[in-house]
């Protein structure tokens, strides 16, 4: 049974150490929840544990760590590197670390990184008094992969990023385990589950934003093959997202900026396995008071351009004195049609309030 109402707590603490002027770093980032309903919501993790070494233009990394590549708003296609910690937030922000060797050279014609992934993390998903999630629960122990290695296949990614005048642009490229499973249905003790399924992939992706003015223009995208011997007509596919960010500053001759942002996201696979954004429209605003407080506000609302279906989100945050600070979220899920991802989504509507104390 799910409930309409939820408390949880949740600690994360950040320690390093540098040593050796400097060209030596640990960095430790433990992070753990404790749900009231949820059980699958109770749990542990690593979000960073790792050393770094400096040489010269060269940094050596070795641990656990997270990665985000990206430019835009709504949707981030080319950040392959860590899995989505989904029981946290839909988003796909909040990130499980991912255990790795790195190694990264800057140098005048951009910076390179080269990242060897030797261990698969598995998707999180709500259990069956969690929210949000699909109307049946995922069965998370009983994970299908295409690999024989299954979560030790070794994963690796390359990519390469550079400032021109006013560019910012990346190029990347993974192999590897798939982070986004299909769920496929199964007969579980009489029960309907979802059993996750890992295919493998190769994903090139492009990021670039032009800085102009008041104007920030954002564009990603990425070309995947999968192997999948489940379903080979999603063998290939290509995804984008682009748009803009348009600020006005000193709004009323106050300190206050507001931000219109508008993408329009694309996936190239049919509508029935596509995911929520595949012919999109989103349409947003970012007001930032540049108070004491650090108060922000992010509205967006996403539509479908084929199913008519909305999905919106609200996102505030507000400093309280010097050790606290509340955050607000809410999601809505509306017109939602049967068949498609969000149908699935339309009782999750839900706001949370989070209030964060600083040790």
């Known amino acids: 049974q799910q409930h309409e109402g939820n408390l949880s ?7 390093y150490h ?13 992070f753990a929840r404790i749900d009231q309903h949820d059980s699958e919501r109770s ?21 656990v760590r997270k990665i985000f590549w990206g430019v835009t708003e709504s949707l981030h296609l080319v950040d392959i590197i860590n899995q989505s910690d989904t029981i946290e937030n839909l988003d796909g922000e909040d990130k499980l670390g991912q255990p790795m060797v790195s190694l990264s050279y800057s140098s005048e014609l951009g910076d390179w990184s080269l990242y060897i992934l030797p261990w698969f993390r598995e998707r999180t998903f709500a259990g069956v008094e969690g929210r949000v999630r699909p109307p049946f629960v995922v069965d998370q122990d009983n994970a299908q992969f295409e690999s024989s290695d299954e979560e030790k296949h070794i994963d690796s990614a390359l990519r390469w990023s550079h400032v021109i005048d006013d560019w910012d642009i990346g190029l990347s490229y993974f192999h590897g385990t798939d982070r986004t499973p299909q769920l496929i249905p199964q007969m579980n003790n009489g029960v309907t589950t979802l059993r ?7 994903q090139l992706g492009v990021d670039a934003q032009y800085t102009y003015e008041s104007w920030l223009w954002k564009f990603e995208a990425v070309s995947r093959r999968h192997d999948n011997r489940l379903s080979a007509n999603l063998n290939r596919s290509k995804a984008a997202v682009g748009g803009f960010e348009y ?5 009323f001759d106050s300190a206050t900026d507001i931000g219109l942002v508008m993408e329009y ?3 190239s696979r049919e509508a029935n396995q596509a995911p929520i954004a595949n012919n999109d429209i989103a349409i947003g605003s970012r007001l930032t008071f540049n108070d004491v407080q650090d108060t922000t506000l992010l509205a967006l609302v996403a539509s479908d351009l084929d199913q008519r279906e909305r ?22 899920f509306s017109n939602a049609t049967p068949l498609t991802q969000l149908f699935s989504l339309r009782d999750d509507d839900y706001l949370e309030l989070l209030l964060t104390r600083y040790f």
């Open 9 to 15: 707590v949740t600690v994360e603490s950040e320690f």
């Open 18 to 30: 540098d040593w050796d002027d400097d060209n030596q770093r640990i960095v430790f980032t433990p």
């Open 43 to 63: 749990h542990l993790d690593l979000r960073e544990f790792y050393w770094r070494k400096t040489f010269n233009n060269t940094d050596l990394y070795l641990g």
């Open 196 to 202: 996750p399924y890992y295919a493998q992939l190769d």
């Open 247 to 251: 600020t006005w500053y000193g709004l």
């Open 265 to 267: 996201q694309y996936d």
């Open 311 to 332: 999905f919106i989100s609200l996102e505030g945050s507000r400093r309280l004195g010097d050790n606290m600070s509340v955050n607000i979220e809410a999601r809505f």
